[in-house]
């Protein structure tokens, strides 16, 4: 079983940055992969990047170099660095962790937390 748990979140003007923390519990931390995802109310859950246990990274096409996801192993920490925010990127943000390859897909992944608020202001 693995519990995660973001933070970071809050509001932010257009242009600005934030960073997403999840903490995970469990000694297996380095063996998931790792992502993050955002939803609207209303709408689907959206992929916005992923790293391997391997420590490879994928990100969907509107976040590329603008989101940057990374992981400190020996803290069972995954980060997400967003930065040049657009009122667009409001959502809530919420952690995945699991063992799949389709990184892209809500159930390719096995936990899940609660989520963290991100608003951008105009």
């Known amino acids: 079983q693995v519990q995660l748990v973001e933070s970071g979140g809050g509001l932010v003007q257009a242009g600005g940055s934030l960073r997403l923390s999840c903490a995970a519990s469990?000694?297996?931390?380095?063996?998931?992969?790792m992502g993050w995802f955002r939803q609207a109310p209303g709408k689907e859950r959206e992929f916005v990047a992923a790293?391997?246990?391997?420590?490879?990274?994928y990100y969907a096409d509107s976040m590329k170099g603008r989101f940057t996801i990374s992981r400190d192993n020996a803290k069972n920490t995954v980060y997400l660095q967003m930065n040049v925010l657009k009122p667009e990127d409001t959502d809530v943000y919420y952690c995945?962790?699991?063992?799949?390859?389709?990184?892209?897909?809500?159930?390719?992944?096995?936990?899940w937390g609660q989520g963290t608020q991100v608003t951008v202001s105009s």
């Open positions: 469990g000694r297996t931390f380095s063996t998931y992969n």
């Open positions: 790293i391997t246990w391997p420590g490879h990274t």
């Open positions: 995945a962790a699991g063992i799949g390859s389709s990184i892209a897909r809500t159930r390719n992944w096995d936990y």
